[in-house]
């Protein structure tokens, strides 16, 4: 059961500017992830923020969460032609050892 | 460096088919995950495993079975091959199910 729903599906930018990617989510969680998945290729994990974490940071990476709304934006900013990928959110359920459940992704299109 | 290895990176079977992924890793984790993905559906989970022998299913298990005789192990078995599973595989492992997930590079199964 697919909990995590990215939005937007798609999203193609200039190099250089911010790329703002949405997740939005049902139940409540352990945690938060963000995935990047290159063509063809497996996913490598970004970032994780916990559920009482507002705000984390990683080199050009911005994440926030919100558990109010449900939801969490994946911030990339100063994007470079190397940024194109798919990138994926995660959520861990706040219900024991249960795995991950992933949303779709969100295309991202960084045009030189 | 941690891996996640699988067997073949492209896969061309024929229609019935018996067919075998074979997982590894080596960062001595507790679960690990298979997973097939299509487009426009994102990741689904197809089995995972907490433990040595252990399975549980995920959300399309049908027509499929795992084994894990080692730690390290982590087989998905097609025991009839269908072309309506011709897709990408995704195994991945983790210390913990809300941990982080670490993929190996992907299986690209066609079948004919």
């Not at chain 1, 969680?29 to 994780?48: E, M, P």
Request: glycine content about 8%; some cysteine.
């Amino acid at each position: 059961s697919q909990q995590g729903e990215e939005d937007p599906q798609a999203l193609s930018i200039q190099e250089g500017e911010n790329a703002t990617m949405n997740c939005s989510y049902k139940t409540s969680i352990n945690n938060l992830q963000w995935y990047r998945q290159n063509s063809g290729r497996g996913l490598v994990h970004l970032i994780l923020i916990r559920s009482n974490e507002r705000e984390k940071h990683s080199g050009r990476l911005r994440v926030t969460l919100d558990t109010s709304k449900k939801s969490s934006s994946l911030l990339i900013t100063a994007s470079r032609a190397a940024d194109t990928a798919s990138y994926f959110c995660a959520t861990a359920p706040d219900s024991g050892n249960t795995p991950l459940v992933f949303g779709k992704g969100t295309r991202l299109s960084v045009i030189a | 460096d941690v891996k996640v290895t699988q067997s073949s990176r492209y896969l061309v079977k024929r229609t019935g088919e018996k067919v075998f992924l074979e997982c590894v890793q080596d960062m001595d984790h507790e679960n690990m995950f298979w997973y097939r993905q299509d487009p426009g559906l994102g990741l689904r989970l197809i089995y995972f495993s907490y433990d040595v022998k252990m399975k549980e299913k995920g959300d399309i298990p049908e027509g499929y079975s795992v084994s894990r005789e080692k730690k390290e192990r982590f087989s998905l078995i097609l025991e009839s091959a269908s072309t309506n599973q011709t897709s990408m595989y995704l195994c991945a492992s983790s210390l913990q199910g809300y941990n982080e997930q670490f993929f190996g590079p992907g299986t690209r199964l066609t079948v004919l």
